[in-house]
């Protein structure tokens, strides 16, 4: 245990020691986990930049825009054109365009399509968009089929007040409904129960012929004798024919008489006639009496058919109401076009669309392989030459040499890019088997990839310089790429990260390299419109050329002198060592 | 004609001082022994003199254009790297290439024309001995043939001032013979050479020049005749294999003037006062006692080395 201890006491003290070793072990990681804690320490920010595009920036767009501006989103409104929106997610000026009817009310069951126009060879922040503004897209989608079910439900308020009335109403109507049934009843019961039967008797008729027949007859009789009369008194003496006539108005008088009794109903016939009249005079006193009773039932069905009448008249304005109410909530009922479940579910649907061709996902993510492979292979190759060449012995000689401090680093460049070269002929090569669209595109990728390499090559050489040992200098060249691949945005998105640090990762050669090869590899882009950027590299390249004459300047004497001192010590150690043997 | 001067030169580290007051020049075909203990500015004084550190104070002057004259050496080192080579303590060259690729390099890399060059190699190859190396690794030399092809590589453009810094150092006697017979004939090629080694008998050997750098200055510097001209008196030393003749012997000596006799058991030093006087003395006493076992010693490079050192001890006590 205690040599154990020893040992990894020896260790530490080796390590704190050098001070190259020291940093990178103990402030790497802290360095690291600041910057990301910098970075990450955000919480649903997300700087996305938006485009919108809409036929017309109506209140339903600008309130859409409102709501995803709330997320800090930057927005950018393009009203020409659709296509200018899709070019600059290639140019990579915006993350994502989002067509927008201008708007957003639902009308004739037909959903609202709100498309997303994504760059598929981001597949995480397609990913991150798609949650973000699904949420967004969400949240307005809730909010209109709230508004839609709102407007239902106010319109089932409504029918429902209207139908509590009618209902009222119909109650009412119902009831006088129900008194004019029961008066309508009683009427039919008051009529019913008027006796109109006349009692089937059957009169002799014959009395009364008999009767008449003897009146008329005594009567002609008597006509005649009175026609008598009249002739003998005017063909006669009065004494002469004054026994004839009185003997004819005796006559007349006896059938007078006759008729008298007749009429008296003395006679038998008359007494039948009576009779008779008797009993029709009781049978008309029977009818009078039930027709007085029929005209009291009629007087009373009468005032009750009155109120009925009424209460039907009452009932059929109620009704009329009713029917008033029911259209009005038909009206307001068929005003909401809106009726399938789905659509008030679901108003806005989103549709993705893909930005540029149809491919494969090795083809989205060959650019960020491509550039990933430069970016180690270049920082690792740069810092190994250096090192290679600041721990070789030769190293010292060199500075005796009549040559230019930068001519050195050049050559280390030049090594590096000759390596590079290979390297793109393999991978370029290989990736064409699989990649076969990409061979006219090869020229400027190859040639994007081999000023970001110089970039990388650079920052790998001063990594070199910075450091003392190969390990550490390796270590710090791996840091440096991961760090670099780290805030590239090809493990976790870029817009998630703090703004302040996006807007310096937007610099990050990786980023710009990664954007230049998608652009021309994915998006075909025409190399005139990747040329600031590949300008930019360059420019890296050449800061960092001159930024590693200037340290090669200021520190090659420090190596040199350093390196020196390093043989030289050992020289002395080796000759205490051999004193001390002696 | 001097080929670098140095006119009070000081170089500090810091607050250390590593040399102070240094005035010497070197002369085109001299072969000057720096001496030196360890630590003592050896390294630091080559390395002034090849351009490499620049003085802390004083001017260092180079005249390798003869019709130019004297001129700041920092300020005109890269018109005259070609003229200095420098080999380091340690092995400098690229121990994955072969011993021709590494010379080709280095000459190709001065600006020599590459026929030049090859000639060069050939030359260099057979003085050093490699040509049956010379398509070997650097890496897999014996420490001999490494240190050669250093030397080779500082040679291969063929200054003419070359510099180096313990050539023999780790390498057996015989190698460090051989470099040194190498260096010799270096030098008669119209090589300057500057040489520090604490191999102190094989520079006596080489050097016609020494530099004794102690305490951060340089304490003497010329030819080594006339360095060791103040010290050939006092360190004159006769030697005597007495075995078992010691107590005769030591009882005659004592009656004879002298400065100090060293007494070894078999073996006495004796350091004559008058050293004709003794040595007509003694001449008389070996024939008697048949001690012929005997060397007669002028004061090597390090009695006077060791002397120098310990008066300047003295004089700082």
């Known amino acids: ?582 | 004609m001097k080929l670098i001067e140095l006119k009070e030169v000081g170089k500090k580290f810091g607050k250390n001082t590593i040399l102070e007051d240094v005035t010497l020049s070197i002369e085109e075909g001299d072969i000057i022994g720096v001496i030196g203990k360890s630590g003592s500015g050896k390294t630091t004084l080559l390395n002034l003199l090849t351009g490499f550190m620049r003085p802390t104070s004083g001017k260092i002057l180079q005249s390798f254009n003869a019709t130019q004259g004297p001129v700041n050496l920092h300020k005109n080192l890269h018109k005259i790297k070609d003229m200095i080579g420098f080999a380091p303590q340690h092995n400098s060259f690229y121990p994955k290439l072969t011993v021709a690729e590494n010379l080709l390099h280095f000459g190709q890399l001065y600006g020599v024309k590459r026929e030049t060059v090859v000639n060069n190699i050939k030359s260099l190859l057979q003085a050093t001995e490699l040509q049956a190396h010379h398509n070997k690794l650097a890496q897999h030399l014996s420490g001999g043939m490494q240190k050669r092809l250093d030397i080779s590589c500082s040679l291969v453009h063929k200054p003419k001032l070359l510099v180096l810094d313990e050539p023999t150092d780790d390498l057996d006697p015989i190698l460090q013979r051989e470099i040194m017979s190498f260096l010799k004939e270096v030098n008669k090629q119209g090589v300057t050479l500057v040489i520090a080694s604490h191999n102190l008998p094989l520079l006596e050997k080489v050097c016609n020049k020494i530099f004794i750098v102690h305490d951060a200055r340089v304490r003497d510097c010329g030819l080594i005749a006339e360095i060791r001209k103040p010290f050939l008196k006092e360190h004159f030393t006769i030697n005597l294999n007495v075995s078992d003749k010691r107590d005769k012997i030591m009882s005659y000596l004592k009656t004879l003037p002298f400065t100090k006799i060293v007494d070894k058991g078999h073996h006495i030093v004796i350091y004559p006062q008058n050293p004709a006087q003794t040595i007509n003395s003694l001449l008389k006493v070996i024939e008697e006692e048949d001690l012929y076992d005997m060397d007669i010693r002028r004061p090597s490079l390090g009695d006077i080395f060791e002397q120098i050192t310990e008066q300047v001890t003295l004089e700082q006590k």
């Open chain 1, 1 to 582: 245990m205690k040599s154990l201890w020893l040992l990894t006491k020896k260790n530490l003290k080796l390590l704190i020691r050098s001070k190259s070793s020291a940093l990178v072990i103990f402030f790497a990681p802290l360095l690291i986990i600041l910057v990301l804690g910098l970075s990450y320490n955000t919480s649903s920010k997300y700087g996305l930049n938006i485009g919108i595009y809409s036929d017309s920036f109506t209140e339903d767009v600008t309130s859409f825009m409102m709501l995803l501006q709330e997320q800090e989103f930057k927005i950018v409104k393009y009203d020409t054109s659709l296509e200018e929106c899709v070019s600059d997610i290639k140019q990579g000026f915006v993350h994502t365009c989002i067509s927008v009817p201008s708007s957003l009310n639902v009308e004739d069951n037909q959903q609202k399509e709100i498309t997303f126009y994504i760059d598929p060879s981001k597949i995480n922040l397609v990913w991150m968009i798609q949650d973000t503004l699904g949420n967004k897209f969400d949240l307005k989608s809730q909010e209109l089929s709230k508004e839609i079910a709102g407007n239902i439900l106010s319109k089932l308020s409504y029918a429902k007040t209207r139908t509590a009335e009618s209902s009222a109403q119909l109650n009412s109507v119902k009831e006088q409904t129900t008194a004019a049934s029961n008066s309508a009843e009683a009427v039919k019961g008051t009529i019913e129960s008027i006796d109109l039967k006349v009692p089937l008797i059957v009169y002799d008729n014959s009395v009364v012929e008999t009767v008449k027949s003897g009146i008329v007859s005594k009567v002609k009789q008597s006509k005649n004798d009175l026609a008598n009369a009249r002739a003998g008194i005017e063909g006669a003496t009065l004494e002469e024919g004054k026994d004839s006539i009185l003997s004819s108005l005796d006559e007349a008088q006896d059938s007078l008489d006759d008729v008298s009794s007749l009429l008296e109903g003395n006679s038998s016939g008359f007494g039948e006639i009576s009779v008779l009249v008797e009993s029709l005079q009781h049978d008309l006193i029977q009818a009078q009496s039930k027709l007085a009773s029929a005209s009291e039932a009629l007087s009373s069905s009468t005032s009750s058919l009155e109120s009925t009448a009424t209460q039907i008249r009452e009932s059929v304005t109620a009704m009329a109401t009713v029917q008033t109410s029911l259209d009005e909530m038909k009206s307001a009922l068929e005003a909401q076009k809106v009726t399938e479940a789905d659509i008030v579910a679901a108003p806005l649907v989103t549709k993705v669309e893909r930005v540029g061709q149809e491919s494969s996902y090795l083809n989205y993510s060959f650019p960020g392989l491509l550039v990933l492979v430069i970016m180690f292979s270049s920082l690792l190759l740069g810092t190994t030459l250096v090192m290679m060449e600041k721990n070789s012995p030769a190293f010292f000689r060199n500075y005796f040499l009549p040559l230019r401090k930068g001519t050195f680093v050049i050559a280390t460049y030049l090594t590096n890019t000759v390596i590079t070269l290979i390297q793109l002929a393999v991978i370029l090569g290989v990736s064409l088997f699989f990649l076969k669209s990409g061979l006219p595109l090869i020229m400027p990728i190859a040639f994007t990839l081999l000023v970001s390499s110089a970039v990388f090559t650079f920052l790998g050489m001063a990594i070199g310089y910075a450091f003392k040992s190969e390990e550490t200098g390796t270590l710090a060249s791996i840091s440096l790429g991961s760090f670099l691949l780290f805030v590239s945005g090809l493990i976790l998105p870029l817009e998630s990260i703090s703004a302040n640090l996006r807007r310096v990762t937007t610099f990050n050669p990786f980023v710009i390299t990664e954007k230049v090869v998608r652009e021309l590899f994915i998006f075909k882009a025409p190399f005139s419109s990747v040329w600031a950027d590949i300008a930019l590299l360059a420019g890296y390249a050449l800061a960092l050329f001159a930024g590693i004459l200037v340290i090669n300047y200021l520190m090659h004497r420090h190596f040199l002198e350093g390196f020196s001192k390093h043989y030289h010590k050992d020289h002395i150690h080796q000759q205490k060592a051999q004193r001390n043997n002696v």
